[in-house]
């Protein structure tokens, strides 16, 4: 009695070296399209995210001001949004845990402190980010970001 059994072979076979070289070339050539669009959507990103904490500022300011009818004087800065201050004019009505959320003064995308000025050239206060350099003026990711341009 003999058992005819089909020739079994199991396939071995792995990727070819030109079958590696086309998945690399076209993976190559996804990247060179996508990157480009990717890496100028970060610094747009940056920008809206400065604007938004602007806006919260500029909200926690207001609720400062009702509770204490003045703005904080540019010597006490923004700092009177989360420390009560000790400098003149000292606030009547300051609210226990401050008037930011998270009970810490945000840094613009870019890692700066936002200047603030009371009175400001262009209100009753302005905040100002200087963008990606740190430095007044500048183009693009660069350019200032002023309260008073905010919409």
């Not at 070289?21 to 996508?34: N, R």
């Not at 703005?71 to 009547?92: F, I, K, M």
């Not at 995308?109 to 003026?137: C, E, F, K, M, R």
Request: aromatic share 8%; charged share 20%; no cysteine.
């Amino acid at each position: 009695m003999s058992l005819n059994l089909p020739n079994l072979q199991t396939d071995n076979r792995g990727f070819s070296l030109i079958e590696l070289m086309v998945v690399i070339v076209i993976l190559g050539i996804l990247a060179a399209l996508i990157a480009p669009r990717l890496i100028g959507r970060t610094e747009d990103a940056k920008l809206v995210q400065a604007k938004t904490q602007i806006a919260g500022l500029e909200v926690a300011l207001k609720l400062y001001r009702l509770d204490n009818g003045v703005y904080p004087s540019t010597e006490q800065g923004l700092q009177a949004l989360v420390q009560q201050p000790e400098t003149a004019p000292v606030p009547r009505k300051w609210r226990k845990g401050g008037y930011l959320e998270k009970g810490k003064l945000p840094q613009d995308p870019w890692g700066n402190d936002y200047l603030y000025l009371s009175p400001g050239t262009h209100g009753d206060y302005d905040i100002i980010s200087y963008g990606a350099d740190g430095v007044q003026g500048g183009e693009d990711a660069n350019n200032d970001i002023n309260s008073w341009e905010i919409e």
